[in-house]
């Protein structure tokens, strides 16, 4: 039983490329959920989804977009990345709202 | 918007101890859940406890307890028993009762044990 898996778990852009983190969950869960952590802080969320089809903005969304294609991913895509969006990013989902969520193992990203 | 806050950024504590971290929050929601997560330095995000904040009885997890204070707004978390596997970053979070939305988190406290 896989849970939240993230790919990729590390990668390094320069300014102005794009990229696409993916987040799969095999639990059949509704809700999804991408957050960034930066030092000294807690998770910040980012956007969100509660079903396939569908994503909702979070705290702080500037700069990236999501898509739930399908039920068990969900992506989260950088167009033009700027060192600011250099963090670790997680993926959690959960199966109902006030479940707790389950985390991936987080994506490291740097952007010179 | 709801804030969590967590005053403390370390904690040490010897081997066998308590240690008590704490966390309050800021909302004018009723309905709600509270959490505390562990992160230790491999970066996973573990769940640790849980709160409804409809029930007023104290939830605890076999070493993990907390102290659920709803008037005062303050949600602490108490390790017994410490272990040296207990070292890592915790997190306080807080999640609506009402929505859909995400967790809001504390900036955490980094938890070291002494051997």
């Known amino acids: 039983n896989a849970g939240v898996t993230q790919t990729p778990k590390f990668r390094v852009l320069k300014t102005g490329q794009s990229m696409t983190l993916l987040c799969a969950q095999d639990m059949n869960h509704e809700y999804m959920y991408w957050y960034r952590q930066d030092p000294g802080m807690g998770l910040r969320l980012i956007h969100y989804s509660v079903g396939e089809g569908t994503t909702a903005k979070g705290e702080v969304p500037d700069g990236y977009n999501v898509s739930r294609l399908k039920k068990q991913n969900f992506l989260l895509g950088l167009e033009s990345a700027a060192p600011s969006q250099t963090s670790v990013y997680f993926c959690?989902?959960?199966?109902?709202?006030?479940?707790?969520?389950?985390f991936g193992d987080g994506t490291r990203l740097s952007i010179l | 918007a709801q804030t969590v806050t967590q005053s403390q950024p370390e904690m040490s504590v010897q081997e066998a101890e308590t240690v008590t971290l704490s966390c309050t929050y800021d909302?004018?929601?009723?309905?709600?859940?509270l959490f505390w997560y562990k992160q230790p330095p491999s970066r996973q995000m573990i769940l640790v406890i849980r709160q409804e904040a409809y029930k007023q009885q104290n939830a605890t997890e076999n070493r993990f307890s907390v102290n659920f204070q709803k008037a005062a707004k303050s949600f602490s978390l108490k390790i017994s028993d410490s272990q040296l596997g207990d070292a890592a970053m915790y997190f306080c979070a807080y999640r609506s009762g009402g929505g859909a939305d995400g967790l809001t988190f504390g900036k955490g406290t980094h938890l070291i044990i002494q051997p």
């Open positions: 959690a989902s959960s199966d109902s709202f006030n479940q707790p969520q389950h």
């Open positions: 909302t004018s929601e009723s309905d709600y859940y």
